[in-house]
């Protein structure tokens, strides 16, 4: 085993992307002591009180509400275009930037306020130095 490979499966792609004591895939999100906010990364003070009391970690929910999308339509090389990027608030969580999948990229058939959820999969067959997988998270219409 190398030190990037999980005892569980693919390699996460972020660092708040964990592994459950059952093999299940999460969102570890951190949450401030003080207020109560949510973010994804540790930070010395909250970004939104800014209390130094600290934060806790939990399992965010695997569903949100679009915030914000855009079509992507011209990307790197080997990246399959069009994409829906989108901005999306978990509920009782933090935000999220992803791919939106499972949806037509037609701007009629997208609207800030629908329900999504988090799914994970295949970093779209990406891998490590030592050639290990990376899963990472999506988002697909609920």
Request: hydrophobic residues 40%.
């Amino acid at each position: 085993m190398t030190m990037t490979e999980t005892a569980v499966g693919p390699v996460p792609a972020a660092p708040y992307i964990k592994y459950g004591p059952g093999g299940d895939l999460h969102i570890e999100a951190l949450r401030c002591e003080a207020c109560g906010a949510a973010s994804l990364r540790s930070h010395a003070a909250c970004r939104n009180c800014g209390s130094r009391k600290g934060q806790r970690a939990y399992v965010a929910p695997n569903s949100g509400t679009l915030e914000q999308w855009t079509v992507v339509e011209r990307s790197f090389p080997g990246v399959k275009v069009p994409f829906v990027s989108a901005i999306v608030r978990l509920d009782d969580g933090p935000l999220l930037k992803g791919v939106l999948r499972g949806i037509d990229p037609d701007p009629e058939a997208i609207k800030v306020g629908q329900k999504v959820k988090v799914v994970f999969d295949d970093a779209n067959g990406a891998v490590d130095k030592a050639g290990n997988p990376y899963v990472c998270f999506f988002f697909e219409p609920a």
